[in-house]
């Protein structure tokens, strides 16, 4: 009896290194009534929603570190002033996009030579706000549900 218990209350981890790798822990882990296994015992539906689930997750985690990393390297060069290499034509020409609605928010700063582009820094900070929010919209709606 207390075996089975048990086993009803364990917790499903869906924040484990293969799955969120880069970031830290956001929340406790969600707790399901059942075991995440491919047993007859298990509800098929449960397991295909809690796979479902780390796939978002998994895919929101690797949009968002792209994502991040181009626009840092954009700061990068808007800081530097770079402007004749193929590889920053391109790098502009992906995250323009990206960076369009947070376009002239902030004045570019000079700095010793240098130039701070704010625009680009709230950008990346929106960015990773709205998809830390969004996991935890899918993680509630989950866990509800």
Known sequence: MKNTQQEREEIVDFYTDS??????????????????SFSPRTNWFTTFLTIIWRKINQLLLLSLS????????????????LTSSLFVQWTM????????????????????????????????????????????LLKTLLTNW
């Open 19 to 36: 799955t969120d790798p880069l970031h830290g822990r956001i929340s406790a882990p969600l707790v399901l009534s059942q075991r995440l």
């Open 66 to 81: 792209i994502l991040v990393l181009l626009l840092f390297i954009r700061f990068l060069i808007e800081g530097f002033r």
């Open 93 to 136: 020409l992906l995250s323009s996009p990206f960076i369009y609605p947070f376009r002239g928010m902030f004045p570019v700063l000079p700095y010793h030579g240098f130039f701070i582009d704010a625009s680009t820094l709230v950008a990346i900070v929106a960015y990773i706000l709205a998809t830390t929010l969004l996991r935890q």
